[in-house]
């Protein structure tokens, strides 16, 4: 059935006002997005773990009831990347050892959700230990672009990225400590929101090995990583990161052409291929045309050399949890004291940039998006102005914003022709701490100059 005042670009406002104002039911929008996950992803293996008959019959539950003023998600279908806990659903970080254990109760992040309203009709494709800008795992098979079947969409929240942009869902959250919201939507051309560090609950997102541990309890945020939303616009962003949140944000809106900007282009050993230099340069251009102040350079820069070092030992450390490094050892205590006094420095030197500067944009990646491959970016090279370059290297635009703990909003911003084909590119528009919503109306105000 096709629900004509409902269609596959609808956002999440726009979806809740259709069910708000009775245009629609919450089963009619439920149905419409499972219809739509039965047309198109077999082609893109976006969904990982349908849960369509509890979706429906939340919906018909939800019909019943009054229509609930305070949820601004009311009815909304959503999905949420496979690494999130949903009770009853398995979480297993692409490994098949665990594909039967089944999550007994629900993440912080699917309690607000629902709490808001929304109704998840399933859990998107991850990699396998979320460590990829692609998307595939022996459980759940390979995630492909909507824009083109032989790219990634990105990783390692790839199938949330390809639910939003293929039409299936309005609206879903990933995870972030190495791109992996940013990257997806630059990869998918839609929107994405690296939040800060802290401002949305990580608990029940944890590996599947640790949480069936007996005594194990998930009682903090892992450094470093965060949740964040994906959607197909600006105002969708913001609803779903204030939805998200455990505490209220502050809004100091700011017309852009009052605003000051600082574009970095260019950090050491990570070049950007000209298929993401050429559309981030336009546009650029563009926004100075229409009276916006972007300077090109700043020695309030923290060095970008030591900030990527400094982010990739705490990384891998986080993300090892203690495991030996490839050389064998083990990060001690003064070790981690070390890069905590390291990111406190850090963190100190952007407040002092952003005393001066209002935000600072930049590429979230230096390539568009990657053909598939059986080995993951990090452990290959990157094809880059018709150049090998080490994939890892790639990393140092992520650790931008990630080490400092910085909130940054990813807008599309037109295309770009990588490796023969015209993909999608965005652009990451990074702001204070604690700033996520400005960023988000910043990343807004960009977006109309840019697509006026």
């Known amino acids: 059935m096709a629900y ?149 969409p990105g990783g390692s929240s790839g199938g949330s990225a390809a639910a939003v942009a293929s039409g299936i869902v309005p609206g879903d959250f990933g995870t972030d400590i190495g791109g992996s919201v940013r990257v997806p939507a630059h990869f998918c051309g839609v929107w994405g929101h690296k939040t800060t560090w802290g401002l949305i609950p990580k608990h029940g997102h944890d590996f599947p090995g640790m949480s069936r541990r007996e005594g194990f309890v998930a009682a903090h945020d892992s450094p470093l990583s965060i949740a964040g939303p994906l959607a197909r616009n600006a105002p969708d962003l913001a609803v779903l990161t204030e939805v998200g949140a455990e505490l209220p944000l502050r809004r100091r809106p700011k017309p852009l052409k009052e605003c000051r900007l600082l574009a970095v282009t260019a950090l050491p050993n990570a070049p950007v291929d000209a298929s993401v230099l050429e559309p981030t340069e336009a546009a650029l251009e563009q926004l100075a045309r229409a009276g916006v102040r972007i300077d090109r350079s700043s020695d309030l820069l923290p060095d970008q050399a030591q900030q990527y070092r400094h982010y990739l030992k705490m990384m891998n450390v986080v993300m090892a949890r203690g495991a030996p490094a490839p050389d064998g050892r083990r990060a001690s205590a003064t070790d981690w004291f070390d890069l905590l006094d390291a990111q406190a420095a850090c963190i100190a030197q ?67 022709t990588y490796l023969g084909s015209t993909l999608p590119c965005g652009m990451q528009v990074i702001g204070p701490r604690w700033s996520d919503l400005d960023c988000i109306a910043a990343a807004e105000a960009i977006g109309q100059v840019l697509h006026s």
């Open 4 to 152: 004509p005042q409902l269609t596959d670009k609808a956002g999440v406002l726009a979806t809740a006002l259709a069910i708000r104002t009775r245009k629609i039911s919450v089963a009619e929008a439920v149905d419409a997005a499972i219809t739509r996950a039965g047309r198109d992803d077999a082609a893109i293996d976006a969904l990982a773990v349908p849960d369509f008959e509890r979706a429906c019959e939340t919906a018909r539950v939800m019909d019943s009831a009054p229509r609930q003023l305070n949820q601004p998600l009311f009815g909304v279908p959503m999905t949420i990347k496979e690494s999130f806990d949903v009770a009853g659903l398995p979480t297993t970080f692409g490994h098949p050892e665990f594909r039967d254990q089944l999550a007994t109760r629900d993440a912080a992040l699917v309690r607000h959700l629902r709490a808001a309203g929304a109704i998840i009709i399933g859990k998107t494709n991850v990699p396998v230990d979320l460590t990829d800008w692609q998307s595939f795992n022996p459980v759940y098979g390979r995630t492909s672009n909507p824009h083109d079947a032989d790219r990634s």
């Open 350 to 416: 952007w407040e002092a940039l952003f005393a001066e500067y209002d935000f600072v944009l930049a590429p979230p990646a230096p390539v568009l998006a990657v053909p598939h491959s059986d080995k993951a970016v990090f452990r290959g090279t990157l094809m880059i102005n018709g150049k090998e370059e080490p994939g890892g290297n790639a990393l140092a635009w992520a650790g931008l914003a990630t080490f400092p703990n910085l909130p940054a909003t990813v807008l599309p911003i037109g295309s770009g």
